[in-house]
């Protein structure tokens, strides 16, 4: 019963504790281990003082943000415009849903060549981009954007 109410004791926001082991009749037993919830949050969401972490800053590392397009038949692009924030990178997946093979390309720094296959995706992983609207042609054609510096999403 003594080690119940030290787990419950132990459990608490503030409490640094090390892990040992404590000999009850003979047989040993580990007890609980407790950080800060204050640490514990911090090492999850890499924030540091209430601030969240700001790009380059080594708080953020290996943040990817996923924006899939999909070429519908007429080679229409949805969405047509993907908005993302500055400085992440970005997972690019494009879809052919009209079942033909496409040829994508990604104007930005650095320009992106996509061969999509019939029916199929590809996906290529994008630096880290400044603020802009990067244009998306499919076959040649300018169908969509990525928009980088706006708020995420279609």
Do not use: W
């Not at 047509?80 to 496409?102: E, M, N, R």
């Not at 019939?118 to 990067?134: D, I, T």
């Not at 998306?136 to 995420?152: K, N, Q």
């Amino acid at each position: 019963m003594a080690i119940a109410t030290f787990l419950l004791a132990g459990g608490c926001g503030g409490s640094k504790q090390s892990s040992s082991q404590t000999t009850t009749n003979g047989a040993t037993q580990p007890t609980a281990t407790s950080t800060s919830t204050t640490a514990a949050r911090k090492a999850a969401t890499g924030t540091t003082r209430g601030r969240p972490p700001v790009p380059g800053s080594g708080g953020a590392t290996h943040v990817v943000v996923p924006s899939t397009f999909t070429i519908r038949p007429g080679d229409k692009l949805v969405p047509p415009v993907i908005s993302v924030p500055a400085f992440f990178a970005i997972q690019l997946t494009v879809v052919s849903a009209d079942h033909k093979a496409h040829t994508v390309v990604f104007r930005g720094p650095p320009s992106v060549t996509i061969k999509v296959p019939a029916g199929g995706r590809q996906e290529v992983l994008l630096p880290g981009l400044r603020n802009g609207q990067y244009p998306l042609l499919v076959d040649g054609a300018s169908r969509g954007s990525l928009m980088i510096g706006g708020e995420p999403g279609p």
